[in-house]
C-alpha cells in the first residue's frame, strides 16, 4: 500500500491500495500452500460470512431481542459501555475524517450521534452488531473523492451488495491483510511529523496527548480517553489558576484603574481577582468593567459585592459597570 500510493496511486485511482493488498492477500494464501503446506491458512485466520443459498437461509441472518435481558444488570452494563465506546470511536473519527478532507469542511457531529443512535436500535432488533463510525471505511471514502453525505449511503448499499451477493470470494481474504489496511490507515493519521506538531504546541497540549495515547494503548479506548481527559481537566485547571480572568485597560499613571473582565468567569477564577483587588492600596480608585461577560458565576459576584464593603472601609473609589450586583444595605 505504501509503495502503491506513492508510485502509481494518482496514475490508476480507480484501484485504491487497500484493494491491492487484499487481493494479493487472497493470492498468497492460495499459492503459497503450493510451495510448503504448513503455510495454509486455517478458517480462524480468514473472513468468516454467512453464505447465503437459499431464500430461507435469509431468514436466519436475523435474530430477535431476549427481552429478558432488561431485568439483568451486566446486560445495562454492557449496553452502556458499549454507547459510551461506539460514540466516542465515531467523534474521533469524525475529527479524523474532518482532517482527511481535501475541503476542511467540519461534520454536525450531533447529528452523527442522532443518526447512529437510530441505526443501534434497529440493528438491535435485527440481532446485528453495534454500528459506529470505522475510519477505514471513511478513509477509503475520501480517498475515492467522496464530497457528499450520499457516498455513505451509497458506501452502505454496495457493501450490502457484496455481502449478500460474493459472501464466499470474502471468505477467501485473510484477516492479516485487513489488519495491513488499519495498521497503514493508523500510519498516515499519527505519522511522526503529528508527534512533532503536538510537541511544538507547549506542554499543556502534549502531555494530554501523550498520556492518552499511552493509556489507549495499556488498556482500551475507554479507559484510556478517560485518562487523558482526567489529565487535561487538570492541566486546564492549572491554567484557570496561573492566568487572571481580566485585563487591566488603564493603570500605572492613571487617576482611574480600569480592569475589564473576560467572557467567562468562573470560580477558578476568584483567587486571581481576590489577589487584584486586596492588593489596592488606600484612596485609590478602580472600576470593574464586566459589559463583555457572558457569564459570572455566583461565588465570584458573591465576592464583588462583599469587596464594595470592604472598599468603603479602606477609602477606595470602586465601581462596576455591567455587572449586576445587589444594592448595599442601609447599613452600609
Not at 17 to 40: E, K, S
Not at 144 to 154: E, F, H, I, N, W
Not at 162 to 168: D, M
Not at 288 to 308: A, K, N, P, Q
Request: proline share 5%.
Amino acid at each position: 500500500m505504501f509503495a502503491w500510493d506513492r508510485i502509481l496511486g494518482r496514475r490508476v485511482r480507480l484501484l485504491p491500495g487497500a484493494l491491492v493488498a487484499v487481493l494479493l492477500g487472497i493470492a498468497g494464501q492460495w499459492v503459497l500452500p503450493m510451495f510448503n503446506p504448513a503455510l495454509q491458512l486455517g478458517p480462524e485466520h480468514l473472513v468468516g460470512l454467512p453464505v447465503i443459498r437459499t431464500f430461507s437461509d435469509v431468514g436466519a441472518l436475523f435474530a430477535a431481542p431476549d427481552w429478558s435481558a432488561l431485568l439483568r444488570l451486566d446486560a445495562w452494563r454492557i449496553g452502556i459501555t458499549l454507547g459510551i465506546v461506539a460514540s466516542l470511536e465515531t467523534l474521533l473519527t469524525l475529527e479524523a475524517t474532518d482532517k482527511l478532507d481535501r475541503y476542511k469542511r467540519e461534520a454536525p457531529t450531533d447529528r452523527e450521534l442522532a443518526v447512529q443512535g437510530v441505526g443501534n436500535v434497529f440493528a438491535g432488533l435485527l440481532g446485528g452488531l453495534p454500528i459506529t463510525g470505522v475510519l477505514v471505511r471513511s478513509a477509503a471514502n475520501v480517498d475515492a473523492g467522496a464530497q457528499t453525505k450520499s457516498s455513505a449511503v451509497l458506501h452502505g448499499l454496495l457493501m450490502a451488495v457484496a455481502v449478500f451477493s460474493i459472501p464466499v470470494a470474502l471468505n477467501m481474504i485473510p484477516l492479516a491483510s485487513l489488519a495491513a489496511v488499519l495498521i497503514y490507515t493508523g500510519f498516515r493519521l499519527a505519522q511522526p511529523q503529528l508527534i512533532r506538531h503536538m510537541r511544538s504546541q507547549g506542554r499543556m497540549q502534549f502531555v494530554p496527548f501523550l498520556v492518552t495515547v499511552v493509556a489507549i494503548l495499556l488498556t482500551d479506548l475507554l479507559m484510556g480517553i478517560l485518562v487523558g481527559l482526567a489529565v487535561g481537566f487538570l492541566f486546564v485547571l492549572f491554567d484557570q489558576l496561573r492566568y487572571p480572568c481580566y485585563t487591566v485597560v488603564s493603570g500605572a499613571g492613571s487617576v482611574l484603574k480600569r480592569v475589564r473582565l473576560q467572557e467567562q468567569v468562573t470560580f477558578l477564577n476568584k483567587a486571581s481577582l481576590a489577589q487584584l483587588l486586596d492588593s489596592l492600596p488606600p484612596r485609590s480608585r478602580i472600576e470593574l468593567d464586566g459589559t463583555g461577560c457572558r457569564h459570572i458565576d455566583h461565588d465570584v459576584l458573591e465576592f464583588i459585592s462583599d469587596f464594595r464593603q470592604t472598599a468603603l472601609l479602606r477609602e477606595i473609589d470602586f465601581r462596576t459597570v455591567g455587572i449586576a450586583l445587589p444594592p448595599l444595605s442601609p447599613s452600609h
